[in-house]
């Protein structure tokens, strides 16, 4: 499958133009974007009543060690839809000052959740779907960084001028709404070797993942495979667990793999080093796995 992206994605930047192409790379990249996000829009959809089922909403229930940040590179709404339903305030970037600056702490019931891959109901502020919007449907497109509370409201804090904005899937009021796709084209970086051109756009939000990774006591890495072809993502955590001319983890980071996948675990060793602990189970039995209460802050990826 990373093969597969990898070269339509080289076909598009590098010979996209060019004569005797096969077929339309760019147009292939588009469709495949856009079925990919119908279905899993419509999987969270499906999901949106047994949201109280999932391993996710038991994470944000927990009586104590609720993660504070998630960091995902899965493209579907399960996890925000998740907290939503759990009561939290979600947040896609760490939240700011009006000067910039980035909060000490999380307003209190709040989770950010950074998705480094984008996300199937993300896509572009000149979309022609948000673009042709009446004014009376414009509230279900909002800015990535405007906050997601339980409560749905019909406004938004758009100025017009967003580079990428969100459509608003899981918390939109209308049951019949959430599954349906909204972009022409979402934002979603496929399974292609060097993603680094697509994700330029994410650069605020990669920057939050490195910020809150260096600062993290402790990380668990709840189902990630560590993949070949996603460079980007264990580039981060690696340069984000170590210390300058330490050859495993920085003594002030715990760093804990959750997948019952031996391969994976060995992955992680040999990327992250061997000081880090495992556990072989599901993440449907992360949050019985609870250590400690959280103290400053916990990340899962």
């Given at each position: 499958m990373s093969d597969f992206f990898t070269l339509l994605e080289v076909m598009e930047r590098v010979h996209g133009d060019r004569e005797r192409l096969p077929l339309d790379p760019g147009d292939l990249l588009k469709g495949l974007r856009a079925e990919i996000a119908?279905?899993?829009?419509?999987?969270?959809?499906?999901?949106?009543?047994?949201?109280?089922?999932?391993?996710?909403?038991?994470?944000?229930r927990a009586p104590q060690g609720r993660p504070a940040v998630v960091i995902t590179s899965n493209w579907d709404t399960i996890v925000e839809q998740s907290a939503v339903r759990a009561g939290l305030n979600v947040r896609l970037s760490w939240p700011r000052t009006r000067s910039g600056n980035r909060l000490a702490e999380l307003p209190p019931k709040t989770v950010v959740i950074l998705k480094l891959h984008g996300s199937v109901d993300w896509g572009r502020g000149d979309d022609p779907c948000v673009l042709d919007v009446g004014a009376a449907k414009s509230w279900e497109f909002d800015r990535l960084d405007a906050p997601i509370r339980s409560a749905a409201l019909k406004q938004h804090t758009r100025t017009g001028d967003?580079?990428?904005?969100?459509?608003?899937s899981y918390d939109h009021p209308t049951a019949?709404?959430?599954?349906?796709?909204?972009?022409?084209?979402?934002?979603?970086a496929t399974m292609a070797a060097g993603k680094e051109a697509f994700i330029a756009d994410l650069g605020d939000i990669w920057d939050d993942a490195y910020w809150v990774l260096s600062r993290a006591s402790w990380l668990d890495i709840v189902g990630y495979s560590f993949p070949a072809d996603d460079l980007e993502l264990r580039t981060l955590l690696r340069v984000t667990t170590r210390r300058p001319g330490q050859a495993g983890l920085a003594s002030d980071v715990e760093v804990s793999i959750v997948n019952p996948s031996p391969d994976t675990?060995?992955?992680a060793r040999s990327f992250l080093g061997q000081d880090i602990s495992s556990?072989?189970?599901?993440?449907?039995?992360?949050?019985?796995?609870?250590?400690?209460?959280?103290?400053?802050?916990e990340a899962s990826a």
């Open positions: 119908q279905g899993l829009l419509a999987t969270a959809a499906a999901q949106w009543r047994r949201a109280s089922h999932l391993p996710h909403y038991g994470w944000f967003e580079l990428l904005v969100r459509h608003r019949g709404a959430r599954g349906t796709r909204r972009f022409e084209e979402p934002h979603m675990h060995e992955r556990s072989f189970a599901g993440a449907e039995s992360w949050n019985m796995r609870r250590r400690r209460p959280a103290k400053d802050e």
